[in-house]
């Protein structure tokens, strides 16, 4: 899955507008512009479309989290530079203040049934046995059912 899928999947989970998106670039330690956010936020075909590197993105979850959660005493979290599925699933987890359970609830609701073993080994370190790779179909119907969970229509 993209950096700039997973952007445009949370502003609409969320319904961030322009400014908020800003604002969550800036709790996150960055500072980016209107056009920046909107280049990220248009579709590959765009010409004006611009993919929003790892940093960037990991910038804006750190961002999510402090808006989430609030800031904690210290600096700012330094953003990875390179992301995976698999942090963009433990920033998600620590930004809602998710559960094990929380999670497999939003993937249920859109059909997708994993265990809590599967769940634990995206969390684990990528050094151990048990760690296994965030395939992105999981990810992609994580972020479909936090839209179900946050936005009924």
Do not use: C
Not at 14 to 34: C, E, N, P, W, Y
Not at 105 to 112: A, N, Q
């Amino acid at each position: 899955m993209s950096n700039n899928d997973v952007l445009r999947s949370l502003r609409y989970t969320f319904d961030f507008g322009d400014d908020q998106m800003i604002k969550l670039f800036a709790h996150g330690g960055q500072t980016v512009s209107r056009a920046e956010v909107s280049e990220w936020l248009k579709q590959e075909d765009d010409p004006d479309f611009k993919p929003i590197y790892d940093k960037d993105l990991a910038t804006f979850l750190n961002g999510l989290i402090i808006h989430k959660r609030g800031k904690k005493d210290g600096e700012v979290p330094k953003p990875e530079k390179s992301m995976s599925n698999n942090i963009v699933l433990r920033k998600l987890k620590i930004a809602m203040n998710m559960k094990d359970e929380d999670m497999l609830e939003v993937l249920e609701s859109v059909d997708r049934q994993i265990s809590k073993h599967e769940l634990s080994a995206f969390f684990r370190k990528p050094t151990q046995s048990q760690y296994r790779p965030l395939k992105d179909q999981i990810l992609r119907n994580f972020l479909k059912g936090l839209q179900v969970k946050l936005r009924p229509e």
